[in-house]
């Protein structure tokens, strides 16, 4: 099937290890993006890319780095993560502004 | 900075009601609004688009309304089902000329439809 697929499912990850989140598209979207959801404080944008080779900050950027090598992948990496990054992170992608696709998600969880 | 707000927080209907949620936004300068559903532990499922030139979009018991001059948005969805139990998540996308700055979302109405 058509979409956004995020690799791993969940994680846990002790204070101080790094990871990288792998997104994957097969619609040909410019647009990819990566959100966090935390509880009472809804989806926020991460970082964001609007072609291959590009990325920008979004409204949460600390802590984060991102990649978009490939049209088709967008790699969100924590160099060292700490225990305000547990979240579920979701990955969309999009065609210009003419709607998202998104991720089943990823629990992270650090301890 | 756009701010999406949505009310209420929470609701509870009986199966068969027909309802409205409600999505408000600060900056009228929208691209288009997007409605979403989301299940528990699940990802996101887009339901209807509004471009900013449209004002209104159906699909089967949704119909989703746009009035950008009030900055208001509403979701109707008639005859209310308890499979439609989830929660509903209304965004804007601002668009800044050099690319999609991305959607910027509500907290969600968690909706539950009693049997």
């Known amino acids: 099937n058509a979409g956004v697929t995020q690799t791993p499912k969940f994680r846990v990850l002790k204070t101080g290890q790094s990871m990288t989140l792998l997104c994957a598209q097969d619609m040909n979207h410019e647009y990819m993006y990566w959100y966090r959801q935390d509880p009472g404080m809804g989806l926020r944008l991460i970082h964001y890319s609007v072609g291959e080779g590009t990325t920008a900050k979004g409204e949460v950027p600390d802590g984060y780095n991102v990649s978009r090598l490939k049209k088709q992948n967008f790699l969100l990496g924590l160099e060292s993560a700490a225990p305000s990054q547990t979240s579920v992170y979701f990955c969309?992608?999009?065609?210009?502004?003419?709607?998202?696709?998104f991720g089943s998600g990823t629990r992270l969880t650090v301890v | 900075k756009q701010e999406v707000t949505q009310i209420p927080a929470a609701l509870s209907v009986p199966e068969g009601e027909n309802l409205v949620l409600n999505c408000s936004f600060t900056?009228?300068?929208?691209?288009?609004l997007q409605w979403f559903r989301q299940d528990p532990g699940k990802g996101l499922t887009s339901l209807l688009l509004?471009?900013?030139?449209?004002r209104e979009q159906t699909s089967g018991r949704l119909n989703a309304s746009l009035d950008k001059s009030s900055g208001r948005s509403t979701l109707y969805i008639a005859a209310s089902q308890p499979g439609d139990s989830a929660t509903y998540l209304c965004?804007?996308?601002?668009?800044?000329?050099?690319?999609?700055?991305?959607?910027?979302f509500g907290k969600g109405t968690h909706l539950i439809i009693q049997p």
């Open positions: 900056d009228s300068a929208i691209y288009n």
């Open positions: 969309a992608s999009s065609y210009s502004t003419r709607g998202y696709t």
């Open positions: 965004a804007a996308v601002m668009y800044s000329g050099g690319g999609a700055d991305g959607l910027t």
């Open positions: 509004i471009q900013s030139s449209q």
